[in-house]
């Protein structure tokens, strides 16, 4: 639904698809440079898997559970207790951090991942707020998966400095270390490079 919303923003038609069309205009949109438009929309892509998922999904079975957030939960009885029940899962693994209240405050799932970079927790939420001038994020969180989800990618980038090295150009150096301090490691290296080098030959 983001990209739609992304597309009736800038005026193209609203497909859902990402094309040369989107890009270019959505590129003057936000005044990216050649090389930002190409390294920010790659990043995007392929962290919300192609522009499909802009809220995370935290639906995982036990085992996934131990897998994934194994430091929350310690046994498989605990895990058994969670699995299957996002909006439970999000309150505990995000519980006391990132400016969270406890478990039941609510505030894990409230502040979940969301956006086409997964903006997560209380204090990045009201940190875009503050950025953006609109308050009623903090009430209205999934204006985050729909309406800002561009932007708080874009507050993303800016926070964290990282349009020097996109400046840098389109080459693996770039590529890699932009990657890296999205990801904190490499994951995804490949896809982000091809669609870093698709994009830079659009502009």
């Known amino acids: 639904m983001s990209l739609v919303n992304l597309q009736q923003k800038i005026g193209v038609t609203a497909d ?13 949109y936000y005044k990216l440079s050649p090389d930002r438009a190409a390294h920010f929309f790659a990043q995007t892509a392929h962290e919300s898997g ?19 957030f194994g430091k929350y939960f310690t046994t498989e009885a605990i895990a058994k207790g969670y699995e299957r029940q996002p909006k439970k899962i999000a309150n505990r693994v995000y519980a006391n951090r990132m400016g969270n209240g406890d478990e039941a405050s609510g505030d894990g799932w409230k502040f979940r991942g969301r956006g086409a970079l997964q903006l997560t927790g209380k204090a990045n939420y009201q940190a875009f707020a503050t950025y953006i001038g609109r308050q009623e994020v903090m009430d209205n969180p999934d204006l985050v998966s729909g309406e800002l989800c ?15 090295i996109c400046d840098q150009g389109t080459g693996d150096a770039a590529i890699l270390a ?22 830079a030959t659009w502009l």
């Open 150 to 164: 561009f932007e708080s990618a874009l507050w993303f980038f800016d926070r964290n400095k990282l349009w020097g």
């Open 50 to 68: 192609g522009f499909k998922a802009f809220s995370e999904n935290l639906n995982y079975s036990a085992k996934g559970l131990r897998g994934i």
């Open 178 to 199: 932009l990657t890296k301090r999205i990801n904190g490691g490499t994951h995804g290296l490949d896809d982000r490079k091809a669609k870093t080098r698709k994009y």
């Open 16 to 28: 859902g698809a990402f094309g040369l069309g989107t890009f270019k205009k959505a590129a003057a």
